[in-house]
Structures are given as C-alpha cells and as structure tokens.
C-alpha cells in the first residue's frame, strides 16, 4: 500500500466534512439525515456517524428530537474570524460608514465566491423602509449590482450553468447578459433593478486592488425612493466610495 491509499481516508473524509458543512451553510435552515443523504449522497451510516462527530465538536447542532440537523456556533465563530482578520474589509470600514452617511441607504461589501458574492460587510440604512441583507449571505453573480459589477471586470467571466430567475426581472439569458456586462464597463458601475429582490434597486463597482476583481461595495435603495437625480447621486458618491478605498489600499502597500 503506497502512502496515497494509506490517506485516502482521511483524505475522504475531510471532504464529506466540508461538503457537509458547505451544504449547511448553503441551504440554511434544518434538515433530516435523509434529506442531507439524498443532497450529498453518501451512504447513511457514515453520514450519521459524521454529523454525530461535528454535534459533538460545536459544527452542526440537533433540535430537541435530535433528528433534524442544521449548522453550529464553531461555524460562526469561524466565519467571524476571516472577516475580522480581512484586510481588505477592514481597509473599507471607514469608507462604508462614510458612504452609508451620505446616502442614508444600506451599504455592503462583497467577495466573489465562485457564481456567488459573499456579504462580508454591511451597513443598514436610517430609513424605516430599507432591505434587510445578513453578513454572510450568498447571491448570484448575474443577479446583483455588485456580482454584476465583478463579472464585468474580468475579461472572459464564468456563468453558471443554470442563470437561475430570482425575480421577473433577472436577466436569465446569456447573451444579454453579455451585452449587460458590455454596459456596465462602458457606464463604470453596475445596476440591479429589482433583479434579485422584488422593490430594491442596487448600485455596485468593483473595488480594482487586483485584478479581475474579486471584491466590490454596493448601495441598496427600495424602488419606491430612485429617481433619476437619486440614481445620478448614488452613483457618483459610489464611485467616490471606490476611490477612498483603492487610495487607502495603496497607501497601506506603499507607505
């Protein structure tokens, strides 16, 4: 047996773990051993042996049947740590308040994941009436100003299989959505218009401190409150929002 079978187990069933918490993490919410193993396919008694192992370790919790199984506090505990630890999130703290400020909209910052954007930070809005985004959040790339703002900052960008409908509106074919990342590099900035929530507008531009991007910041704003001169307004406060942080950035490499 050469050194690559003896650790191909362990190999196994880090992946399983993983696959495991990435499908918690994912989906939200609680699930039976057999909704988890007809999702990830793996045999029913090593599954449940596993996620006996993460309850016991803090990754994934029970309810009081112990028969339904959802993601646990270590995770969290985790996820707090790589945001906090972010450079780049934390480069951006004083520009995203100072752009929540001035907009008095919602604010996020996000982080390409794949066909998704990761919310890593956000700022909600002094109105009553405003969207309600958690950290931690995934949403489609071709959904969202600021996925849509990443995508057009790389010049041959991934789409996944399925362009997945979020609302009436979501672009779902891929020629215009060709065309719509053509726009946005022609514009500076992308736009969400009810795309991926039904009566919220977004604004997005991808953050240039490597390139393709792989962050971006967005102003969120109900449709009910966007006219033209607001739309004028938020995007070029944006744009300002863009500069502070890529100054900042560079300033932080060259001192």
Same mark, same amino acid.
């Given at each position: 047996? @050469?050194?690559?079978?003896?650790?191909?187990?362990? $190999?196994? =069933?880090?992946?399983? &773990? +993983?696959?495991?918490?990435?499908?918690?993490?994912?989906? *939200?919410?609680?699930?039976?051993?057999?909704?988890?193993?007809?999702?990830?396919?793996?045999?029913?008694s090593s599954l449940y042996a596993l996620l006996r192992t993460l309850v016991q370790l803090g990754w994934v919790e &029970?309810?009081?049947? *112990?028969?339904?199984?959802?993601? *646990?506090?270590? /995770?969290l505990l985790v996820g707090? =740590?790589?945001?906090?630890? @972010?450079?780049?999130?934390g480069m951006a703290h004083e520009t995203l308040d100072w752009l929540a400020e001035v907009t008095g909209e919602? +604010?996020?910052? *996000?982080?390409?994941?794949?066909?998704? $954007? $990761?919310?890593?930070?956000?700022?909600p809005s002094r109105h009553n009436l405003r969207p309600v985004i958690r950290v931690g959040r995934r949403v489609p790339t071709h959904s969202t100003s600021l996925?849509?703002?990443?995508?057009? @900052?790389?010049?041959?960008?991934?789409?996944?299989? @399925?362009l997945e409908r979020q609302t009436e509106r979501t672009? &779902?074919?891929?020629?215009?959505?060709?065309?719509?990342?053509?726009r946005i590099r022609e514009r500076g900035h992308a736009v969400d218009r009810e795309e991926n929530t039904p009566g919220v507008c977004c604004f997005g531009v991808a953050l240039r401190l490597q390139r393709p991007a792989r962050d971006a910041i967005s102003v969120s704003i109900p449709a009910i409150r966007l006219d033209? +001169?607001?739309?004028?307004?938020?995007? /070029?406060?944006?744009?300002?929002a863009r500069e502070r942080i890529e100054y900042a950035a560079y300033h932080l490499i060259h001192p």
């Open positions: 047996m @050469d050194a690559s079978e003896r650790t191909a187990p362990g $190999v196994k =069933s880090a992946t399983r &773990t +993983v696959a495991l918490l990435d499908f918690f993490a994912r989906q *939200g919410g609680m699930y039976s051993l057999t909704q988890i193993q007809q999702e990830l396919g793996y045999p029913k &029970t309810d009081p049947t *112990g028969t339904l199984y959802r993601i *646990g506090m270590r /995770a707090a =740590s790589y945001i906090d630890g @972010d450079p780049v999130v919602t +604010v996020h910052f *996000g982080r390409l994941d794949d066909h998704d $954007v $990761v919310y890593l930070s956000s700022r996925g849509k703002a990443l995508l057009a @900052d790389h010049p041959d960008p991934a789409f996944p299989a @399925d672009i &779902t074919d891929r020629d215009d959505l060709r065309v719509e990342l053509r033209d +001169v607001r739309e004028r307004e938020i995007s /070029a406060l944006l744009l300002q």
